[in-house]
Nanobody, 116 residues
Framework: QVQLVESGGGLVQAGESLRLSCAAS????????MGWYRQAPGKQREMVAQITSGGSTNYADSVKGRFTISRDNAKNMAYLQMNSLKPEDTGVYYCAEVFLGQPRSWGQGTQVTVSS
């Protein structure tokens, strides 16, 4: 079955950086689109970034220019480099397998907390 395991979250101060990693198994990773989503307390889960199997990327307006999504097909890994973090970036970040633009499978999430 599909297994997505996120890592790399933590507590940082505003302006600092974090790199999230997602280890994927149970899918034909190189043929799958992948995405990162987040859920802040009291808010709905939202798309942060997506990357297609061909490497095309899409970002939420709120993170454009600060976050970079990437993938390593040889390692079945997806990454989210987050720079210039802001307190409003706080939330649980989820890795997802994406199909036709929509998340289909989820990881367990990793907490990111940005203090001001």
């Amino acid at each position: 079955q599909v297994q997505l395991v996120e890592s790399g979250g933590g507590l940082v101060q505003a302006g600092e950086s974090l790199r999230l990693s997602c280890a994927a198994s149970g899918i034909r990773f190189r043929f799958n689109d992948m995405g990162w989503y987040r859920q802040a307390p009291g808010k709905q889960r939202e798309m942060v970034a997506q990357i297609t199997s061909g490497g095309s990327t899409n970002y939420a307006d709120s993170v454009k220019g600060r976050f970079t999504i990437s993938r390593d097909n040889a390692k079945n890994m997806a990454y989210l480099q987050m720079n210039s973090l802001k307190p409003e970036d706080t939330g649980v970040y989820y890795c997802a397998e994406v199909f036709l633009g929509q998340p289909r499978s989820w990881g367990q999430g990793t907490q990111v907390t940005v203090s001001s």
